[in-house]
């Protein structure tokens, strides 16, 4: 009995990826009737004999890692399944992957989140930084709560001192937003204080108690009633190993339940040694 199955992975990071090949038609568009123009795309061709040839094509909107898998028959039983880290709101640990139809990967970017889940996030974002500015001298809100201005004495606001430097740079020959590098030193380091303290600070414990996130999840589909269902044998796997994990499965050197064991076998281990870790400690106390 013939089996003429062909699978091809494409793998890779959301950005970056070598430019889209290049054919007859690819990347070129038709002028229809009515002068309407519809894109042409020449598709490679796969078979039992055949590699596919294709670069991979990183994507801005999906901004996580991924790679695509392709399975098929035959172009009418063809399938392609891209496995994900969680995309948008989800119960998910980032560590985690998903596995969806490639078709459908657009219903979940479409939903990354909604109007009241991107209000939340603004005013998270803003009282963080209200939290970050409470807390250091050179800087502060005005009235409004939302104008930075410099509170150091002398000093004149923000943002005539940005102006007024982006100018400098403009006349330098460099880039507007090189504009710190012509401020004065006092506010080149008080500004760099300030951004560094915002990357690492979170968003204040009590802000959060005040203000819960609103109840959304990001959902597949058409209907966005499809949830992202974690593959339970690649969670904590780097790129590289979830790769080569799902590759293993696929050709049936180990199966699910052997990958499964496996990693049961390895957080065991991780608590064990956790638990004489803390038995050494109680020991080392007394």
């Not at 970050?132 to 502060?140: E, I, K, P």
């Not at 090189?178 to 401020?183: H, I, S, V």
Request: hydrophobic share 35%.
């Amino acid at each position: 009995m013939n089996n003429n199955n062909t699978a091809a992975v494409q793998t890779g990071a959301a950005r970056g990826g070598g430019p889209a090949p290049r054919g007859r038609g690819y990347g070129s568009s038709n002028r229809g009737r009515g002068g309407r123009v519809t894109p042409s795309v020449t598709r490679s061709k796969v078979g039992p004999n055949r590699l596919l040839e294709a670069d991979w094509v990183g994507d801005a909107a999906l901004k996580v890692q991924s790679f695509t898998i392709w399975l098929g028959a035959g172009q009418a039983s063809a399938q392609q399944w891209t496995f994900h880290r969680p995309i948008g709101q989800t119960k998910l640990d980032e560590r985690a992957w998903v596995a969806t139809p490639t078709r459908d990967i657009a219903f979940l970017l479409a939903r990354k989140g909604n109007e009241e889940t991107s209000a939340w996030e603004r005013k998270s974002q803003l009282a963080k930084r209200q939290a970050v500015l409470a807390s250091r001298t050179g800087r502060g809100l005005a009235s409004d709560g939302q104008t930075e201005v410099w509170t150091a004495a002398g000093t004149p606001p923000i943002q005539e001192t940005i102006r007024t430097c982006m100018s400098a740079a403009e006349a330098a020959g460099a880039q507007r937003a090189d504009w710190l590098q012509f401020a004065p030193q006092a506010v080149q380091d008080c500004e760099r204080a300030f951004k560094n303290t915002l990357k690492t600070q979170g968003v204040p414990a009590d802000w959060l108690r005040d203000n819960p996130k609103p109840a959304f999840e990001t959902r597949g589909g058409p209907l966005g009633d499809q949830e992202q269902k974690e593959v339970g044998y690649l969670k904590g796997s780097s790129l590289q190993a979830a790769q080569d994990k799902v590759l293993n499965v696929l050709i049936g050197r180990v199966t699910n339940d052997t990958v499964e064991e496996a990693r049961d076998d390895e957080d065991a281990a991780d608590e064990s040694d956790s638990d004489d870790d803390a038995a050494e400690g109680e020991e080392d106390a007394e």
